[in-house]
């Protein structure tokens, strides 16, 4: 238990809990029994134009659990219970095709992640991928994303990985220092990250993504300025880092609980803040552009994120797997979250679902909002158009107040971040919510 009698830890003091926000409403509104909303919305087709289709297919196992994971993942899963997986997505894909909300319907994005889609051999991904195509082809396709960890990667799985049409393989280092990996229960060390990146590099594909963790545990002023040379020594189309956070079901948390300790013993945000701004900096000075609160890309015009723009834009979005989240036509749900509920779900021919929420027209306007505030720019024109309503008047009182902040400005009827502003977005975003979504800023 932790000591409440203990000093209150100081305001930008890293403590536990969820800062980085995702979707909207938030998960603690979502419930089972919405559930019966979500096979309503894929009864019937969309009236008039359908918004573009993702699929997202969680691939649930990892070699070793990181220390700050709080994904659904296991590290104990033997050749047989992996295949069995696959075959449980495979059927709920098989299932989910043929319901008139999808039947029809090609993606236009697919995004593999996990835990570590790169842990499943090449013949598993040849075979998953080909059954996933059969069921729905991926002719539409324009995006195909796949989450790698360096030390899973050799030539032939990645030679698959290319050949089944990944178009963006990312790949995540989070830090340089072997160290620093080893003190984080990272399962890589730099020397993988090497190997694989010269491979992944002469497979040709169209874009390569690295992600940074600004702030894991012992993480030092020096070893962030040797990150940031070490990416751009290496010149990945895009660079993304994320600021470290500490939610519940972690087990730096568990350690902090054990010890009594209220503040997580990792860099405070000011810090963090400061870390990812000398990177932009320096990533914009050798050429990259800024294009949201974590992402920095080489060459804008030909690095695209359509996953990302898609879902901000409100697209449906089929996810496949245990513990995935879904989009259906205003609806969200999350699939069960063990691995042993979810194959009895699907092989009792039941739709996998552990929560949902079916949204109004506020509150899906406001998750748009809030989620394109992440770009650092969003143009009031879009949400006059799309739902009518002019969100510089709707939203005037926490603009103005962020404004005078210096977070952010108004220009030519856009919201514009500044670049502080686009350094703390999640935590600024709260303010837009409905009074009864509000729930505990941890910064
Ligand atoms: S590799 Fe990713 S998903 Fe797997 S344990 Fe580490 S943080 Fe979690």
Known sequence: MSDTTATPPPSHATRAGNYFISNYPPFSFWSEENAAAVEEAYATPHAGTPPALGLYHHIPFCRKRCHFCYFRVYTDKNADQIKHYLDSTIRELEMMARKPLIAGRRPHFIYFGGGTPSYLSATQLVDLTDKMKALLPWDAAEEVAFECEPGTLNPGKLTAIKDIGVTRLSLGIENFDDRILEINGR??????????????????????????????????????????????????DSVTIYQMEV????????????????????????????????????????????????????????????????????????????????????VHYQNLTEIEDYDAAIAAGRMPIKRALKTTEEERMIREFILQMKLGRVKAAYFRDKFGIDVLERFAAPLAQIQSEGLLNIEDSAIVLTRDGLLCVDNLLHDFFLPHHHTDKIV
């Open 247 to 330: 939610p519940y079901n972690t087990g730096i948390y568990k350690d902090m609980k054990a010890s009594g300790s209220l503040v997580a013993p990792i860099a405070d945000w000011e810090t963090k803040r400061r870390w990812v701004k000398e990177a932009f900096a320096e990533l914009e000075a050798n050429g990259y552009t800024i294009s949201s609160g974590y992402t920095a890309v080489k060459n804008p015009e030909s690095t695209k994120f359509l996953y990302r723009d898609s879902l901000w834009g409100g697209a449906d979005l089929l996810g496949l797997g245990v513990a995935s989240f879904s989009h259906a036509k205003g």
């Open 187 to 236: 399962a890589h060390r730099t020397k993988e990250v090497y190997r694989a990146y010269e491979r992944i590099r002469a497979e040709g594909f169209e874009q390569v993504n690295i992600d940074l963790i600004a702030g894991m545990l012992e993480e030092t002023e020096d070893n962030w300025q040797v990150n940031i040379a070490k990416t751009l020594e290496l010149a990945p």
